[in-house]
């Protein structure tokens, strides 16, 4: 059963960019892709993008792309993710998630708040 | 894009009565690329079934997963405490999506 540890909560101004961590352990890093998952306040859960631990393939959700990019450590068996040119609206938990598709292991979340 | 639409938006229960939750897909979405999460206040979701009727590790029977095409059902045959939550579907076919969600409260 995999265990997905994240990194910590993040204030940003607008404009700026943050990366998030997601330390995988408990399985075989490169068998499995991560998923990644934001929350706003309040709303409902956004699938952001998928990356594959083994290849480095990746498929961003479109409303994203140009934004986010997502790429893995496979020596430090964590995987990351990269968002920029933050607005106010990109106020969420972040999740990473495991295996890809079906999500069995989810991180902790990473409360990412922007403001100016 | 897959647009899924959760009915109803908001169930309330007791413990004991059964739930039913509908999942609508815009287009048809394969059987085999179909999941239901709960997700309780300050927690990460929490999977309970994927493939539309196979029970996730650990997932008690009381809950099932139906349907096919566009139109998926979730059903909790009893309500216990514990479950009282939030529910969202999720297809994993094409470019996924998940949908809004449906609240399960006590009555």
């Known amino acids: 059963q995999g265990h997905l540890v994240q990194s910590g909560p993040e204030v940003k101004k607008p404009g700026a960019s943050v990366k998030v961590s997601c330390k995988a352990s408990?399985?075989?890093?490169?068998?499995?892709?991560i998923t990644w998952v934001r929350q706003a306040p309040g709303q409902g859960l956004e699938w952001m993008g998928w990356?594959?631990?083994?290849?480095?393939?990746?498929n961003y959700a479109q409303r994203l792309q140009g934004r986010v990019t997502m790429t893995t450590d496979t020596s430090a068996t964590t995987a990351y993710m990269e968002l920029r040119s933050l607005r106010s609206d990109d106020t969420a938990v972040y999740y990473c998630?495991?295996?890809?598709?079906?999500?069995?292991?989810w991180g902790q979340g990473t409360l990412v708040t922007v403001s100016s | 894009e897959i647009l899924l639409t959760q009915s109803p938006g908001t169930l309330s229960l007791s413990p004991g009565d059964r739930a039913s939750l509908s999942c609508r897909a815009s287009?048809?979405?394969?059987?085999?690329?179909f999941a239901w999460y709960q997700q309780k206040p300050g927690q990460a979701p929490r999977l309970l079934i994927y493939?539309?009727?196979s029970r996730a590790t650990g997932i008690p029977d009381r809950f099932s997963g139906s349907g096919s095409g566009t139109d998926f059902t979730l059903t909790i045959s009893r309500l216990e405490p514990e479950d009282f939550a939030v529910y969202y579907c999720?297809?994993?076919?094409?470019?996924?999506?998940f949908g809004p969600g449906t609240k399960v409260d006590i009555k």
């Open positions: 990356i594959s631990a083994y290849s480095g393939d990746t």
């Open positions: 493939g539309a009727s």
């Open positions: 408990g399985y075989t890093f490169t068998n499995y892709g």
């Open positions: 998630a495991s295996p890809s598709d079906i999500l069995e292991n």
């Open positions: 287009q048809s979405v394969s059987s085999n690329y």
């Open positions: 999720h297809q994993y076919d094409v470019s996924p999506t």
